[in-house]
């Protein structure tokens, strides 16, 4: 089974490609590149490392959202096309998810977030080595984030390279229970992506069409647009 | 010499569009997905929906091309697609599925300037005669093109404000039509026998034009009607409007057709769907004796058709882009030859 791996879904970029749980090669960048330049190429690159055609590959794994809204549709657009043309399935996984994968060795609470500005974060908290989910992915408040991870009364792993941007809250908080992962393993890797998708059940080749990204946030035009409606 | 069959992909704004063309004139198969419906609600384009609905149905939209022209990636000879101008966002999604695509399937892939393709929905009926001269008005372009010969682009004027489809567009929301309000501007010009008089910006000794002036006036005659608790005659309002920005728009371009002495004038882009400009043009023409052509309606808004038939000129130029391409919301219009 060869799998190709996709993560475009904030500024860092991963493709891996693995075959039978072995990571044939593997990219990780974080040179604030944009992605629509360095995708594809970056691919074609991998593909012509491994020794492989585009046809080699028995499924594809991309990192779905949330994050920077044109770079997970980036991911999206290229890993739903070479899926549908391709007629290989595809699997989406969430970016968090494929964040808290790099420490799912700690023995306790795994939480991986991005900056979504104004004081707001998408979030997940994860659990054990099968990263079994204690909360849904979301956009929430750094405070309720925190209030909710202090009420677990556990040691929690802070994973992300925007983990930084509120680290004082965070020791603030939850003082001694506050974990801080290492530079090493705050990038998103494909080759982990591709690990959590692995475990998930393969789609028929005919739900690529209706694969869409998850924002996990409405787009401003619509949340006012909603707004207005129930004022009606 | 061998059929050229060309896979063009176009999302630059609010229509996601597939199609396939033969040999730059041929149209086998043509697909537009429009988010009209959707982006109504908000009385205009936002780019961040816009790149959301793209998403959902980029390869709805290529299979759906591909199954109606009976074809398989290996029948196809490249991928061309949009690169610019439009919305960044947008235009991404056509370029990273035409690069993936192109990737797939080991085939070249030709970057298309979104306007070269506007014009060259005329290639689409008929060969274009040169020296030509293109009206180019749609919602995000008022130009006057001069082309010597294929990929050759002179841009002899412009609009220094609003396009001609954006003025529509807004003086239709003054008059609380819906989006986009250059058709229903159009329809009511047609049932009013008398236009109110707006004035006209001729910028003289150039062929730039200016609509900003034009929507301020009518902007200020509603005004004024509310003010003093008059009712405004909407059909008098868009006969008006409309009266103003088809001359400026027909005598520019007579003017230039006779100065650079070309063999064929023809109008692109969604604002030459306008019933009262197409008359308009075509009366003039008719006097000069200079043809004039117009592509059907279907062709003059947002397509991939039109964007695979100048592709094919490219084609054969030699001009490939490269799996790195970007998008380019700004892309100036540039020849190829
Ligand atoms: N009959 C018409 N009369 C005037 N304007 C029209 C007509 N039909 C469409 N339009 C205008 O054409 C524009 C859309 O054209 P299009 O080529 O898609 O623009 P762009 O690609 O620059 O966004 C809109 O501004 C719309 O109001
Ligand atoms: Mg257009």
């Known amino acids: ?232 | 010499m061998s059929d050229r069959i060309i896979l063009a992909i176009e999302t630059s704004c609010d229509e996601t569009a597939a199609a396939i063309i033969r040999n730059g004139h041929e149209i086998v198969s043509n697909v537009v997905s429009s988010q009209i419906e959707s982006q109504k609600r908000f009385g205009g384009v936002v780019p961040e929906i816009a790149s959301r609905h793209h998403v959902e149905q980029i390869t709805i939209v290529i299979e759906e091309t591909l199954e109606k022209a009976n074809m398989q990636p290996s029948d196809l000879t490249a991928v061309a697609v949009t690169e610019g101008p439009g919305l960044v966002g947008a235009l991404l999604i056509g370029i990273n599925a035409a690069k993936a695509f192109a990737f797939a399937h080991n085939l070249p892939i030709i970057p298309v300037h979104h306007i070269a393709g506007h014009i060259y929905a005329n290639a689409l009926v008929q060969p274009m005669q040169f020296p030509l001269l293109a009206l180019v008005v749609s919602g995000g372009h008022t130009e006057l093109v001069f082309m010597k010969e294929h990929g050759s682009f002179e841009v002899i004027g412009e609009t220094r404000d609003d396009a001609a489809g954006e003025a529509y567009d807004k003086v239709a929301r003054v008059l609380n039509m819906p989006y986009p309000g250059g058709p229903h501007i159009d329809r009511l010009a047609h049932e009013a026998n008398e236009g109110v008089e707006f004035p006209r910006a001729w910028l003289d000794d150039t062929y730039d034009f200016s609509f900003s002036g034009l929507k301020s006036a009518v902007i200020n005659y509603k005004h004024n009607m509310d003010q003093r608790g008059e009712e405004i005659i909407p059909e008098q309002v868009a006969k008006g409007f409309q009266d103003s920005v088809v001359e400026v728009l027909t005598t520019k371009t007579v003017r230039a057709a006779k100065e650079f002495n070309v063999k064929q004038v023809i109008a692109a882009g969604g604002v030459s769907a306008n019933k009262g400009l197409r008359s308009s043009l075509e009366q003039a023409f008719e006097k000069e004796k200079i043809p004039f052509t117009v592509p059907p309606l279907k062709f003059c808004t947002d397509n991939a058709a039109m964007i695979g038939a100048a592709a094919t000129y490219m084609y054969e130029a030699g001009v490939r882009g490269d799996l790195s391409m970007n998008g380019i919301p700004g892309k100036e219009l540039k020849s190829w030859i």
């Open chain 1, 1 to 232: 089974m060869i799998w190709l791996g996709i993560e475009t879904s904030n500024s860092p970029l991963s493709i891996a490609i693995v075959k039978d749980g072995q990571v044939l090669v593997e990219i990780v960048e974080n040179v604030k590149l944009t992605h629509s330049v360095t995708a594809m190429p970056t691919i074609q690159e991998l593909f012509h490392k491994a020794k492989m055609k585009p046809m080699d590959i028995d499924a594809i794994a991309v990192s779905e959202g949330p994050g920077s809204y044109t770079g997970i549709r980036i991911g999206v657009t290229i890993a739903k096309t070479l899926a549908w043309t391709l007629k290989k399935p595809l699997v989406g996984v969430s970016s968090l998810k494929v964040l808290a994968a790099n420490g799912e060795l700690f023995n306790g609470i795994i939480c991986s977030l991005f900056d979504a500005r104004r004081q707001n974060v998408y979030a997940g908290i994860y659990q054990g080595t099968d990263l079994e989910t204690v909360m849904e992915e979301r956009h929430t408040s750094i405070d309720d984030l925190l209030s909710q991870l202090q009420s677990l009364n556990k040691p929690v792993l802070f994973i992300g390279s925007d983990v930084e941007n509120f680290k004082e809250n965070i020791k603030e908080q939850l003082g001694e229970l506050a974990i801080f992962a290492p530079s090493s393993i705050t990038l998103p890797r494909a080759s982990k992506l591709i690990e959590v998708a692995e475990t998930k059940s393969l789609p028929s080749i005919e739900e690529v069409h209706h694969f869409v990204p998850q924002y996990h946030r409405l787009a401003q035009a619509e949340a006012n647009w909603i707004q207005d409606q129930k004022k009606r």
